[in-house]
């Protein structure tokens, strides 16, 4: 099964494409996509969305996973991240891909066993549990962890309802 994890971000976002056979795990690819900063948002949000497209078209995964928005102090970047989770989660939706989310502590308590794990524990786990993933973007590496997570808890009952929800049957 392929799964491609996806981090949302305005400036950018990470992506990591995975093979899943039963609990091996096979890196197939993983980069990121960069907007243009000095564009107006809905072409920076265009060209994030594009990305995205361009990953999914080529390497066809089957599901997808995306980390969950936090909230920031600033409401200003909450509000701007949103709407760049919403063109990355609309993506694999468009090409007919189910999509789950998950929240960022579950993410690194999934691959650390700490939900407040920092990025470099987080990368470190990605190259042991990815053989082949020599990942030192931050952004990709987080992707490659939103993947990891999905294997471990796309059966979960929380998993399907929020695929569910996407894919609007509800929940």
């Known amino acids: 099964m392929i799964i491609i994890g996806l981090d949302p971000g305005l400036r950018t976002t990470g992506w990591g494409v995975i093979d899943a056979r039963g609990n091996n795990l096979h890196h197939v690819a993983h980069g990121a996509i960069s907007s243009d900063s000095s564009a107006p948002l809905s072409e920076r949000l265009r060209q994030i969305h ?34 760049a989770r919403g063109v990355v989660m609309l993506a694999p939706a468009l090409a007919g891909v189910a999509v789950s989310e998950y929240a960022a502590n579950l993410i690194k308590k999934s691959l650390v ?16 549990l990815v053989p082949g993933a020599d990942v030192d973007q931050a952004d990709a590496a987080d992707a490659l962890a939103v993947a990891i997570c999905h294997v471990h808890h796309r059966n979960s009952p929380i998993a399907a309802a929020v695929v569910l929800a996407t894919a609007g049957g509800g929940a």
Not at 53 to 78: M, R, Y
Request: net charge negative; no cysteine; hydrophobic share 45%.
């Open 50 to 83: 594009i990305g995205v497209l361009d990953v999914i078209t080529e390497f066809l995964p089957d599901e997808a996973a995306v980390e969950e928005t936090f909230v920031n102090k600033n409401p200003s970047s909450t509000l701007l991240l949103g709407q």
């Open 113 to 128: 066993g700490v939900g407040h794990a920092d990025k470099k524990q987080v990368r470190m786990m990605v190259r042991m």
